[in-house]
C-alpha cells in the first residue's frame, strides 16, 4: 500500500542538470517527511537531503549543498530534487524516503522507494 516511486534519473554529461521526482502514496504526506539518498559503486548509502512537507524546511549534505535544491508540490504528493553542476562522483543510484519527524532525517526513515539510476560522464 505504502509506496515512494522516483523517477527523472538517466546519463548526463558533467555540468547538466537533472530533476528527480518522488511521488507517495498510501500514507498522510503532509505528516512525513522526504529524503533522498544516494548509494555508489563501491560506497556505503549516504544521505543528501531532507525535506519538510509541512514547513517547507531543507537540509544537504554537503557534498551537494549550493548545487542541488528541493521542493515539495503536497497536491501531488510529490516532492522533487533538482541536481544541477553535476559531477561524475555524482553518479549513483538515488533513492527517496519518508520518515514521520523531520528532524530524525537521514539517520531513520520508515518507507524506501526502488531508486533511480543517475549516470553523469565526464
Known amino acids: 500500500e505504502v509506496q515512494l516511486v522516483e523517477s527523472g534519473g538517466g546519463l548526463v554529461q558533467a555540468g547538466g542538470s537533472l530533476r528527480l521526482s518522488c511521488a507517495a502514496s498510501g500514507f498522510t504526506f503532509g505528516d512525513y517527511a522526504i529524503g533522498w539518498f544516494r548509494q555508489a559503486p563501491g560506497k556505503e548509502r549516504e544521505g543528501i537531503s531532507c525535506i519538510s512537507t509541512s514547513d517547507r524546511r531543507t537540509w544537504f549534505a554537503d557534498s551537494v549543498k549550493g548545487r542541488f535544491t528541493g521542493s515539495t508540490d503536497n497536491a501531488k504528493n510529490t516532492v522533487y530534487l533538482q541536481m544541477n553542476g553535476l559531477k561524475p562522483e555524482d553518479t549513483a543510484v538515488y533513492y527517496c524516503?519518508?520518515?514521520?519527524?523531520?528532524?530524525?532525517?537521514?539517520?531513520?526513515?520508515?518507507?524506501w522507494g526502488k531508486g533511480t539510476l543517475v549516470t553523469v560522464s565526464s
Open positions: 524516503a519518508a520518515t514521520s519527524h523531520y528532524y530524525i532525517c537521514p539517520r531513520s526513515m520508515d518507507y
